[in-house]
């Protein structure tokens, strides 16, 4: 079974500086998705960004970047100029390609200080 | 607007009762997912359905049950017979049931107290 491990429980930021979240996985599947979704204090849970497995290419999406290490199977996630916003709990999800379900980790909850 | 929406926000039972928790979409998603939330667990996949009238069990099913009579509604009964039932559940939903293709809404979340 496809696991998904998130090392670091909680992680803080100043305003303004970058911060980098690790996400291991382990799978024997060569194609398949890659995720981390926000849930604010709100609860309300929102995609930050999807990678594609072969795609070579890291995702992108504004301040939200992905290093995705294949061969490590490794998927973290940097936010460059952190936002007072981007406190929130991160969860790393992995779902294989035709799979009816999403596996998350545990989380890692970001303090961001003013 | 379209989206989720689980009702009540916050639920307060008694040991040893029944309760539904309720979830509906306007999105006109085929496919429909519970989850459970415990404080550093991550989410845990309870049942989902990919279509009216079928759902398949997630990885925590025991002690639930659901139905899926309408497109639109997937509701979540937590038994008795589940041991640890206070938790924080959110259910979601795809256009079909292939997450890694689709993104996955989420409503806004129930938080179950048992006592």
């Known amino acids: 079974a496809q696991t998904v491990t998130q090392s670091q429980p909680e992680m803080s930021v100043q305003e303004a500086e970058t911060v980098t979240l690790s996400c291991t996985y382990d799978t024997s599947e060569s194609d398949y998705y890659l995720f981390w979704y926000k849930q604010p204090p709100s609860r309300q849970m929102i995609l930050v960004i999807r990678q594609e497995a072969y795609k070579q290419q890291n995702a992108t999406e504004n301040r939200f970047s992905v290093n995705f290490q294949k061969a490590a199977k490794s998927f973290s996630l940097k936010i460059s100029d952190s936002q007072l916003g981007d406190a929130a709990m991160y969860f790393c999800?992995?779902?294989?390609?035709?799979?009816?379900?999403?596996?998350f980790g545990k989380g890692t909850k970001l303090t961001v200080n003013p | 607007d379209g989206g989720i929406t689980q009702s009540p926000k916050y639920l307060f039972r008694k040991e040893g009762q029944n309760v539904t928790l309720s979830c509906e979409q306007n999105?006109?998603?085929?496919?429909m997912y519970w989850y459970r939330q415990d404080p550093g667990q991550g989410l845990r996949l309870i049942y989902y359905s990919q279509i009216v009238n079928d759902f398949q069990k997630g990885d925590i099913a025991e002690g639930y049950s659901v139905s899926r009579e309408k497109k639109e509604s997937f509701p979540l009964t937590v038994t008795s017979a589940q041991k640890n039932p206070t938790a924080f559940y959110l259910c979601?939903?795809?256009?079909?049931?292939?997450?890694?293709?689709?993104?996955?809404?989420f409503g806004p979340g129930t938080r179950l107290t048992v006592t």
């Open positions: 999800a992995y779902s294989g390609s035709g799979s009816e379900k999403l596996v």
């Open positions: 999105l006109n998603h085929d496919a």
């Open positions: 979601a939903s795809t256009p079909a049931g292939v997450p890694s293709i689709y993104e996955q809404y």
